[in-house]
């Protein structure tokens, strides 16, 4: 089971990025998925979850601006992000819940977790 993250860079205020998770050991689409943030000396932040049925939940301080989608046919998740605010500047990690059914924004609920792709917004 892998999950690797790209997409991530330095971006201006007001700005766009798109996050990727590639997925290996188990299928896009069959799994609790979600994005995650953290900041050194912060608790990891949940920003959205989606389920394989295609519902999702977002942070309220993401909601409008971020979108979390599933493509099965490249067995990847992604993270659009627009309109971006320098207190989006974080460290960037998807994560899968196999043993679990329902989306949630709590890091606890999620068994895999990727390495990171670094979004600095300034």
């Known amino acids: 089971v892998q999950l690797v993250e790209s997409g991530g860079g330095l971006v201006q205020p007001g700005g766009s990025l798109r996050l990727s998770c590639a997925a290996s050991g188990y299928t896009v689409g069959s799994t609790v998925m979600g994005w995650f943030r953290q900041i050194p000396g912060k608790e990891r932040e949940g920003v959205a979850s989606?389920?394989?049925?295609?519902?999702?939940i977002y942070a309220d301080s993401v909601k409008g601006r971020f979108t979390i989608s599933q493509d099965r046919t490249r067995n990847t998740l992604y993270l659009q992000m627009n309109s971006l605010k320098p207190e989006d500047t974080a460290m960037y990690y998807c994560?899968?819940?196999?043993?679990?059914?329902?989306?949630?924004?709590?890091?606890?609920?999620?068994?895999?977790w990727g390495q990171g792709t670094q979004v600095t917004v300034s």
């Open positions: 989606i389920i394989p049925a295609g519902r999702t």
């Open positions: 994560a899968a819940s196999p043993s679990h059914y329902g989306f949630s924004l709590d890091h606890r609920w999620y068994d895999d």
